[in-house]
């Protein structure tokens, strides 16, 4: 679930990791620790 919010708001922003950051209301740092998580690529 979170995976997916995280993977369709980067498409969506084209992975600009600092829109999605404040959009899914979270660190950038605590971003860039998920999408390495979760292997997500940019």
Not at 8 to 32: C, F, H, M, P, Q
């Amino acid at each position: 679930l979170e995976r997916d919010m995280i993977e369709k708001a980067l498409d969506k922003y084209r992975g600009n990791r600092r829109k999605v950051a404040r959009i899914l209301n979270i660190s950038e740092r605590t971003l860039y620790r998920k999408i390495k998580e979760y292997g997500l690529a940019e």
